[in-house]
């Protein structure tokens, strides 16, 4: 494809994402499942071109709230086409801004593939936005700090004086992270055969089963992987896993399992002795989790879909030593990874969420036997999904939980090595731990 071809492309594919994930009354679908449905109806076009459309439209989604700032400011609509003008602009061009702009008009060159010429009112935003910084002194908070503006209040509370340097965080790079399967070997086995294969990695500051990955490679197609002798999974969700204290001989719930990354993690740390059970609403998560669960070689877990009118829970109550309530949520600690989300999501999707995290956990708390542990997750930046969230369900004295203080925990679990944090729970960022943003509750039920 021409470069005028893929801008055309990838002005198409924003539109795309336009309809179906950021409009009003979109279903909000995630952008990535959007593009990939996109590319599959195109299979013309190729591995590079597709890579090239995807840097563009990604571009264009990871700086849409400055994007708009400069927009509205010369007051032009948020169109695909100008919001990819203003990204192409704006996004370092060098320092000739007449040269660079006349490269970007040149690509809107009304050929078959490429997109329609520039008119006049995009030619005059052209040439307003040429030179500007991407980050303008006079933004407000929000499109300067590429956050939308009803999070601020929140991550204020959360931050304070570091928001700045956490709103960066959010921004960067997020690493790949890589889990040693204790069933099938340690962290050293598993580092020594990614080097065979030419994979560098070093271990993880805090996970004692982890190695971070200097630069993104395809690691599905390694041996370590396909043994399954490593799981791809985030540093910090390691740390949840770890802190759930999951032994051998155990009974296991992982109530909100997803694909069953704690899960894997939890029934290594269980040597495959004792029982977890995977618990999810979605019978497809619950699908690729029995392939994951096979290929790590786990024996001791077994799947069950939570149904309305379900009486599962009622027959187990009591019953469990370890709950693990890995909540659905904003997923405001996941946004260097998921840009659009932060596009996505609402504050009545908070609303809702806090309401919906209340009711699960009151029905998990009833699996956990007296003397056993609940495990409240969340992969959120937000009080309102954490502290707020823990001080409710303690305020109402069910099952009369208590904290388990996660520095005494931590010095048990990982010996010699230095807590991630202070306080009562377990509270990660990109900023302080590079880590995605996690936050971890243990509670004990009186025995």
């Known amino acids: 494809m021409t470069p005028s071809a893929r801008v055309a492309a990838a002005i198409a594919l924003l539109g795309t994402l336009e309809e179906h994930c950021f409009a009003p009354g979109a279903r909000r679908r995630p952008a990535d499942a959007v593009a990939a449905d996109f590319f599959r109806e195109r299979r013309f076009i190729g591995g590079g ?44 061009q060098g320092d000739d801004h007449g040269r660079a702009r006349q490269a970007v008009e040149a690509v809107f060159d009304g050929t078959h593939y490429g997109p329609p010429v520039l008119d006049a009112g995009e030619r005059r935003a052209a040439a307003a936005l040429a030179g500007r ?12 700090l590429n956050l939308p503006d009803w999070v601020l209040p929140a991550l204020r509370r959360r931050f304070g004086a570091a928001l700045a340097a956490e709103a960066a965080a959010l921004e960067g790079d997020a690493p790949v992270d890589l889990r040693a399967n204790l069933l099938k070997g340690d962290r050293g086995r598993a580092a020594a055969l990614l080097a065979a294969e030419g994979i560098g990695s070093t271990p993880t500051r805090f996970s004692p089963w982890g190695l971070r990955l200097p630069a993104r490679r395809p690691i599905t197609g390694s041996a370590a992987y396909r043994e399954g002798l490593v799981e791809v999974q985030d540093e910090g969700s390691q740390l949840i896993a770890l802190l759930a204290d999951a032994r051998p001989g155990m009974r ?25 059970t995977a618990c999810d609403t979605s019978p497809p998560r619950l699908e690729g989790a029995a392939k994951r669960l096979k290929r790590a070689g786990v024996d001791n877990a077994e799947r069950h879909l939570l149904a309305p009118g379900d009486r599962w829970a009622k027959r187990r109550a009591g019953s469990f030593d370890r709950v693990l309530v890995d909540a659905p949520c904003t997923g ?18 908070l609303a809702e969420l806090v309401a919906v995290q209340h009711d699960i956990l009151a029905r998990a708390a009833e699996l956990v036997r007296p003397g056993g542990r609940l495990i409240y997750a969340t992969c959120s930046l937000l009080p309102e999904e954490n502290e707020e969230q823990m001080e409710r369900f303690l305020a109402r004295g069910e099952g009369r939980f208590v904290p388990v203080p996660i520095d005494g925990l931590w010095t048990a679990l990982v010996p010699g090595v230095a807590a991630p944090c202070a306080g009562p729970f377990l509270s990660l960022s990109p900023g302080a731990q590079g880590t995605d943003g996690f936050f971890c509750a243990v509670l004990e039920r009186a025995a």
């Open 332 to 349: 405001t600690g996941t946004w260097r990874r998921n840009p659009d989300a932060r596009l996505r999501t609402q504050p009545e999707d």
């Open 252 to 276: 296991v719930a992982d109530y909100c399992a997803g694909a069953a990354g704690k899960t894997l993690a939890m029934a290594a740390t269980m040597g495959n002795r004792g029982r977890i």
């Open 49 to 92: 071109d597709r890579r090239a459309v995807a840097e563009h439209a990604w571009g264009v989604v990871r700086q849409r709230l400055r994007l708009e700032w400069h927009l509205a400011r010369i007051g032009m609509a948020s169109t695909p086409r100008l919001l990819l003008l203003a990204q192409m602009l704006l996004a370092g």
């Open 133 to 144: 910084a991407l980050v303008d002194p006079a933004m407000p908070d929000g499109p300067r």
